[in-house]
């Protein structure tokens, strides 16, 4: 059925280190991720993207991670600034314009 | 450009009333998702339009429904509301050509 799945609920880290977030996803025919980060009161903001004919891409700070052959996503998040606390979401599309989200991570950066 | 915007913001409701939910796109994008987040189940696709007709729907009775109009302004009801309904609903936009989908703040919704 449809489902992406975290590993963990939560994560802490120590402001400063890098952060990485792991998302299990089912449908081996999804050829497009996001991840999203939310912050309390607000709805999902746009983090990152990777297309399936990738295994690698960068962003300011972010890299996404793809690995077709164990379905596995990860996001990595370079020198985690206090401003990183949020929940993260993993996301494959399923079908036009419709995502499955996985759980979320919680991200707690420690001082 | 303004993002995407969503009325009311919250909203208190009693079981058996309907509610509907309005959600304006950014400017130029002519595809609309609506999806429901709840602690139990997290984000959960409900349906998706595009040029006025719904391309993609979820896994949600037909109490759920929705529109959108020519100018890309969706709407979506809820008849008949359930405790369970409690949750915030969100909608995002996006452009004809991309995945990338744009949020907007979401409706709270509590049903007593």
């Known amino acids: 059925g449809e489902s992406v799945g975290l590993h963990l609920p939560t994560l802490s880290v120590q402001e400063g280190d890098n952060s990485i977030i792991n998302c299990a996803y089912s449908n081996s025919a999804s050829d497009y991720f996001i991840w999203y980060k939310q912050e309390s009161g607000k709805g999902p903001q746009f983090i990152i993207d990777?297309?399936?004919?990738?295994d690698k891409r960068q962003g300011q700070r972010v890299t996404v991670l793809l690995n077709k052959t164990v379905k596995h996503l990860s996001l990595q998040i370079a020198a985690t600034q206090p401003g990183d606390s949020a929940v993260y979401f993993c996301?494959?599309?399923?079908?036009?314009?419709?995502?499955?989200f996985g759980q979320g991570t919680r991200l707690t950066i420690n001082p | 450009k303004a993002g995407v915007t969503q009325t009311p913001r919250y909203l208190i409701k009693t079981r058996g009333q309907q509610v509907t939910l309005s959600c304006s796109p950014i400017?130029?994008?002519?595809?609309v998702s609506w999806y429901q987040q709840t602690p139990g189940q997290g984000l959960q696709f409900l349906f998706e339009y595009f040029s006025e007709t719904q391309r993609n729907k979820g896994n949600f009775p037909g109490r759920f429904s929705g529109r959108q109009f020519s100018n890309s302004r969706s709407e979506m009801n809820v008849s008949t509301l359930e405790l369970g309904d409690s949750a915030l609903y969100l909608c995002?936009?996006?452009?004809?050509?991309?995945?990338?989908?744009?949020f907007g703040p979401g409706t709270r919704l509590t049903v007593t």
């Open positions: 400017s130029g994008h002519r595809s």
């Open positions: 995002a936009s996006s452009h004809r050509d991309t995945y990338e989908q744009y």
């Open positions: 996301a494959e599309k399923w079908g036009a314009q419709k995502l499955v």
């Open positions: 990777i297309r399936s004919n990738m």
